[in-house]
């Protein structure tokens, strides 16, 4: 089965812009997880969504912010961009129940804010 | 606050060495998982460890999880280039997943 699909693959933006990235989890899979991964943070969880609802948030600011589908779809959103927010954005799909089978991750996106 | 501390944060070996890689928590994890990641890639499941003192082998890595499920480690027998990547281990509670920092590793061939 296809695995975690996540578009797009690399982006540029400046600071002040927003952006919105995709996921699309593997068919079945309900649950949908963003991190964020810089070489500094390592793996930081930002939200998780499991049948359209937000299930857990991680600590960022409220300029992240997301949404799941009724198809399981995932999108996150950045606002007000800042230099900081430069990193791989990571997607990770599961399949119920939550956790007991760990995570399948999409390739990510690679966000850089100039 | 980091819940899972990996050790060692870096390591570079010769093709055919063994190395272990050791994941450490004070807290209770219901269950364990660990990832490669290769750069520019996301990271992928090796294993998932459940019962207390369980051992896991897959082909040349094994994979133990402590008595008390705080800790775990992971044995790579005769390393190869082919092992390159970041190691990372995530303990799960309540319905959320908890990241090590990783260790990064390199075999020279």
């Known amino acids: 089965k296809a695995g975690v699909t996540q578009t797009p693959r690399y982006l540029i933006k400046t600071r002040g812009q927003q952006v919105t990235l995709s996921c699309s989890p593997i068919s079945g899979h309900r649950s949908v997880s963003w991190y964020q991964q810089t070489p500094g943070q390592g793996l930081q969880f930002l939200f998780e969504?499991?049948?359209?609802?937000?299930?857990n948030k991680g600590n960022f600011p409220g300029r992240f912010s997301g949404r799941q589908f009724s198809n399981s779809r995932s999108e996150m959103n950045v606002s007000t961009l800042e230099l900081g927010d430069s990193a791989l954005y990571l997607c990770?799909?599961?399949?119920?129940?939550?956790?007991?089978?760990?995570?399948?991750f999409g390739s990510g996106t690679r966000l850089t804010v100039v | 606050t980091q819940l899972l501390e990996q050790s060692p944060q870096f390591l570079s070996i010769q093709e055919g060495e063994n190395l272990t890689v050791y994941c450490n928590s004070s807290?209770?994890?219901?269950?364990l998982q660990w990832y490669r990641q290769e750069p520019g890639e996301g990271p992928v499941l090796l294993v998932t460890?459940?019962?207390?003192?369980e051992v896991k082998k897959l082909k040349r890595l094994t994979f133990q999880f402590g008595d008390a499920r705080k800790d775990s480690s992971l044995h790579i027998t005769a390393a190869q280039p082919g092992d390159t990547g970041l190691y990372l281990c995530?303990?799960?509670?309540?319905?959320?997943?908890?990241f090590g920092s990783g260790t990064k590793l390199n075999v020279k061939p």
């Open positions: 460890v459940v019962t207390g003192g």
């Open positions: 990770a799909s599961s399949e119920p129940p939550i956790g007991a089978g760990g995570y399948t």
């Open positions: 807290s209770v994890f219901s269950s």
């Open positions: 995530a303990g799960y509670n309540f319905n959320k997943f908890y």
């Open positions: 969504y499991f049948s359209e609802t937000q299930r």
